[in-house]
């Protein structure tokens, strides 16, 4: 069989499940719920747009070299709390707005990846460099579309309540 494999960061964007942290803080905001976060919200993540990784997908389907594997990554390390930070202040408030929980047990401090190859032998590079202006324009999302995740997040929230979280 011949195939590529690809590995990639964490994504945002449209249409995300309300249950993942990105959506989640950023419903919680426009319902005017302070943002929680896991132990100190160091935990890091490095981000990436779902439009890049789409676009880093289909550059590794069409110049990929076969047996090969490609990291995706846009160089988006955040804190969780620089994360909720930055929601709060793209929606008018204060960055420290937040309230601190337990955090889940056996949570990981850090993903990352190193996108090198990926970028030098196919030419790849994300369209959102900056993830101020990708959480912009996932924020500005969530806020046009309230009646695509409102139903789920409802939902969500229902079993986050029955689990205690």
């Known amino acids: 069989m011949q195939a590529t ?4 960061s964490n994504n945002y964007g449209p249409y995300q499940h309300v249950e993942k942290f990105i959506p989640r803080q950023v419903t919680n905001v426009i319902d005017g719920i302070r943002p929680k976060l896991y132990g100190t919200g160091e935990n890091v993540r490095d981000w990436i747009h779902v439009e890049d990784h789409n676009a880093a997908v289909w550059a590794i389907i069409e110049r990929g070299r076969i047996g ?13 709390r620089d994360v909720v930070g930055l ?10 707005a937040y309230d601190l929980v337990s955090d889940r047990p ?25 993830f101020r202006e990708g959480l912009g324009a996932t924020l500005d999302w969530y806020r046009a579309n309230e009646a695509w995740w409102r139903p789920r997040k409802e939902a969500t929230e229902a079993r986050y309540a029955q689990l205690g979280r």
């Not at 494999?5 to 990639?8: G, L, R």
């Not at 929601?87 to 420290?96: C, K, P, S, V």
């Open 68 to 80: 090969e594997t490609y990291l995706i990554g846009a160089d988006g390390e955040q804190s969780n």
């Open 5 to 8: 494999i690809s590995n990639c």
């Open 106 to 130: 056996g949570h990981d401090m850090r993903y990352a990846i190193d996108s090198t190859k990926l970028r030098e032998e196919l030419g790849w590079t994300p369209r959102y460099r900056s």
């Open 87 to 96: 929601i709060l202040e793209l929606t008018g408030q204060a960055h420290d």
